[in-house]
């Protein structure tokens, strides 16, 4: 019997290699398609095109339209371990930056080893940002200013998935943000922003250590807890003199401290969609960072936000698109605290409210609009502004 | 049973519905599974073959890298489909494991090569699949949203919908 199952065995892999060399022959464009699958290179990207239009008060107001993000996306499977996974990204038309360039390299199923240009695991969007993805037109402010998002930098480590116990870790070490590299990066109206290497001939004077934990064990949930710990990097360490204490002084009050911790979480059950988004950075050294770089760092740095949809389509099994109306409260506040004698600036304090709607055509493709009302503590009315806009990823 | 057996080879021999080279490994994997599934039975396979009807017939296209009926003591016990559908960055692997009157007994990862959206083995989420037998499904709604994994939950769905569809269709 067992001989008869081999023989069967032995025609069958022979019939399915005779069947390969058919399929080589005629084939419909969606076979075709089916057929890319075996190929290597996998291409695959996303897009996201604007219209902003500030509205109110009583002056005018151009509205802005934007092809905000132009990213190609390119998979390369080297063997059945190792793959390396790039981003191309042109911003605003013609910013050409990379967001990912990394070797995924699998040691164990549960143990990836990853080196490159990575996406720091902060927060729901720096790692998840196609724009069918996520409600709004634009990315929310707290990701953009505290997180601050699209976060990227060179570095290695491990990444995997435990399945039975529904758990994915990353742990990489990275160059850190620039504090000074001939001039100073860091200050209060962007955060650490600017302090951004993305992979342009970064330097590093220590490295810093990034690490997130995520849960999806819970159907329909998935919560992050991030920490990412360093000093930020200075161009007055290259080629320092260890025994120049003077100079030794000054790189040290070029660069500051960053603890920065967050937690996410995203839930979805019949239709309903909720995200909630927590990040706190606390900056070491911004006193004597303000003095040598006379700028208004923060000491403090925080933000949060709140979000909620419902897909009004849910009910309708004959409409596979989804009509999802949203809104999301949001607060961040580059001067949460400040030290030494920098006084908080109440600008800095923002509140926003989004409410909108988004027409998810496909998983691939979104119409979006909505209505932002923004204030900082020190204004005392919201300005709005009205955003449209296209996203897509394939 | 002979004739849907006798369509599907046809169908698979022809190119209609891509079949992909087996490896060892996944053969392996699935026979573990199985094991779970069909505790200590002693199961033999046998290679469906098809006709040419379902060929063009067959306007939802799934990839599959080999369908066979389960028999235990020639008695059926069901029917094993090897998928392959897409992720976000790669194609994953995996077994669907159909009742003799096709509906989903099983459905089991083998493999999940990507760094992104890996979450979709788990056996909590992939449990919704069972029963299933052939009624429109759809992401999100009679089957829970998995975050982070979007492209690969979404692919699943619809390659299950796609496959089971077709089943019962050469079962007629």
């Keep these: 019997m067992r001989l008869l199952i081999l023989l069967i065995a032995a025609v069958l892999s022979f ?56 990213v190609l996306l390119f998979n390369y499977k080297f063997n059945d371990r190792a793959q390396f996974v790039t981003e191309i990204e042109l911003e605003h038309v013609n910013e050409v930056t990379i967001e990912q360039a990394f070797l995924n390299y699998r040691i164990l199923p549960w143990l990836n080893f990853r080196g490159g240009l990575m996406l720091i695991p902060m927060g729901i969007i720096n790692e998840n940002h196609e724009p069918p993805t996520y409600n709004g037109v634009e990315r929310p402010n707290v990701d953009n200013k505290i997180v601050p998002t699209t976060w990227r930098e060179l570095g290695a480590g491990f990444t995997g998935v435990f399945n039975s116990a529904s758990v994915k870790y990353q742990v990489y070490v990275v160059n850190g943000f620039k504090s000074y590299a001939g001039v100073t990066h860091l200050n209060g109206t962007n955060g650490l922003r600017n302090g951004r290497q993305k992979g342009i001939e970064s330097f590093m004077s220590t490295p810093n250590l990034t690490t997130k934990i995520e849960y999806f064990g819970l159907p329909g949930l998935k919560v992050g807890l991030s920490g990412y710990f360093g000093n930020t990097q200075s161009t007055l360490y290259n080629n320092l003199d260890k025994e120049n204490a ?55 740095l925080s933000g949060w936000y709140v979000e909620a949809g419902y897909n009004l389509f849910q009910t309708k099994s004959e409409i596979r698109s989804q009509l999802v109306p949203f809104v999301r409260y949001e607060q961040y506040d580059t001067h949460d605290k400040t030290a030494g004698n920098l006084l908080r600036n109440s600008t800095y304090e923002k509140t926003e409210i989004t409410a909108g709607i988004g027409w998810r055509i496909t998983h691939e493709l979104a119409l979006k609009g909505d209505y932002q009302w923004r204030k900082s503590a020190a204004d005392s009315r919201y300005s709005g502004q009205i955003n449209l806009g296209i996203g897509i990823m394939f | 049973m002979k004739i849907f057996a006798a369509l599907l080879t046809i169908l698979i021999l022809s190119g209609a519905i891509p079949v992909q080279e087996m490896s060892p490994s996944l053969w392996k994997k699935a026979n573990k599974k199985l094991d779970l599934i069909f505790k200590d039975q002693i199961i033999t396979k046998r290679s469906l073959e098809l006709s040419e009807a379902e060929l063009t017939n067959n306007r939802k296209q799934f990839v599959t890298k080999g369908i066979y009926q389960l028999f235990c003591s020639n008695v059926s016990l069901g029917y094993l489909v090897f998928m392959t559908s897409m992720g976000r960055y790669e194609s994953f692997e995996y077994i669907i494991v159909y009742s003799p009157e096709l509906s989903v007994k099983s459905i089991d990862i083998l493999e999940y090569n990507s760094s992104h959206g890996g979450e979709i083995a788990s056996q909590k989420w992939l449990k919704q699949f069972v029963g299933y037998d052939g009624k429109p499904l759809k992401y999100g709604s009679d089957i829970d949203a998995v975050s982070g994994a979007t492209y690969s939950a979404t692919s699943l769905v619809k390659d299950v919908e796609s496959v089971t569809l077709f089943m019962k269709k050469i079962e007629k």
């Design chain 1, 15 to 70: 019939t399915t290699a005779f069947a390969q060399e058919e399929l080589t022959g005629s084939k419909n464009s969606s076979e075709r398609l089916m057929q890319d699958e075996k190929s290597p290179l996998t291409i695959g990207g996303y897009a996201q095109i604007d219209f902003n239009q500030p509205t109110g008060g009583g002056s005018y107001h151009n509205g802005t339209l934007d092809v905000h993000r132009m």
């Design chain 1, 246 to 300: 003077a100079g030794k002084a000054k790189a040290d009050s070029s660069v500051v401290g960053v603890t920065m911790l967050g937690v996410d979480a995203r839930y979805a059950k019949k239709g309903l969609e909720f995200r909630a988004q927590y990040v706190m950075t606390y900056i070491e050294n911004s006193a004597q960072y303000n003095i040598f770089s006379k700028n208004d760092l923060g000491s403090q």
